[in-house]
């Protein structure tokens, strides 16, 4: 069973930028396409980005485009997420998630693509 476990967020304002990671407990999380999605109350989860086992390819939601990139260190198990120009409506659980078919270079942007997710961390975005 992989186990993945998100950090780094908190309460920010409008414009400012956050790093989240998200740490996984087995080495075979390096085979596995890796995506970020987020929830707001009362809304579905949504997809955010995506990245596949070497980073070769990644997607975004056009809401986050050229504001954040997702990377990964396969050697640190670890997939991150860059968001800068932080605005109200980013406000969200976000929740990073493994998953697709090993070693593909194809990215996943649909949740039930995913079978291993993380607990989510808040990230609120102040005006």
């Known amino acids: 069973q992989v186990q993945l476990v998100e950090s780094g967020g908190g309460l920010v304002q409008a414009g400012d930028s956050v790093r989240l990671s998200c740490v996984t407990s087995?080495?075979?999380?390096?085979?596995?396409?890796m995506g970020w999605f987020r929830q707001s109350p009362g809304k579905e989860r949504e997809f955010v980005a995506a990245i596949n086992w070497n980073g070769g390819s990644t997607l975004y939601a056009d809401s986050v485009k050229a504001r954040f990139t997702i990377s990964r260190d396969n050697v640190k198990n670890t997939v991150y997420l860059q968001m800068n120009s932080l605005k109200p409506e980013d406000t969200a659980v976000y929740y990073c998630?493994?998953?697709?078919?090993?070693?593909?270079?194809?990215?996943?942007?649909?949740?039930?693509?995913?079978?291993?997710w993380g607990q989510g961390t808040q990230v609120t975005v102040s005006s």
């Open positions: 087995r080495r075979t999380f390096s085979a596995y396409n």
């Open positions: 998630a493994a998953g697709g078919i090993m070693y593909s270079s194809d990215v996943y942007m649909r949740p039930d693509e995913y079978p291993y």
